[in-house]
């Protein structure tokens, strides 16, 4: 079976998928689960438009950790 980042598992082993950020030191590994289940609540409370980057950031960067400031401000640019 075939993984984020082309990652593979060997027959038998739970698929405990984890979107695994290689190179990054410090950074979380976090479970596709959790990942899923924050945004799937992140996109049912937010309501679009420049309010919800800062809804964004503040999880994402300030409560969660997942990402440095850094990171957010250059992802928040490519999507520009």
């Given at each position: 079976?075939?993984?984020?980042?082309?990652?593979?598992?060997?027959?038998?082993?739970?698929?405990?998928?984890v979107?695994?950020?290689?190179?990054?030191?410090?950074?979380?590994?976090?479970?596709?689960?959790?990942?899923?289940?924050?945004?799937?609540?992140?996109?049912?409370?937010?309501y679009?438009?420049?309010?919800?980057?800062?809804?964004?950031?503040?999880?994402?960067?300030?409560?969660?950790?997942?990402?440095?400031?850094?990171?957010?401000?250059?992802?928040?640019?490519?999507?520009?």
């Amino acid at each position: 079976m075939r993984l984020l980042g082309g990652q593979h598992l060997e027959p038998g082993v739970r698929p405990e998928i984890v979107a695994a950020r290689k190179g990054a030191e410090g950074m979380p590994d976090i479970p596709l689960q959790r990942l899923f289940v924050a945004f799937l609540h992140l996109g049912a409370t937010a309501y679009g438009g420049p309010a919800m980057m800062a809804y964004l950031k503040s999880d994402l960067v300030d409560k969660r950790r997942w990402l440095s400031d850094q990171e957010f401000k250059e992802g928040m640019a490519l999507c520009q």
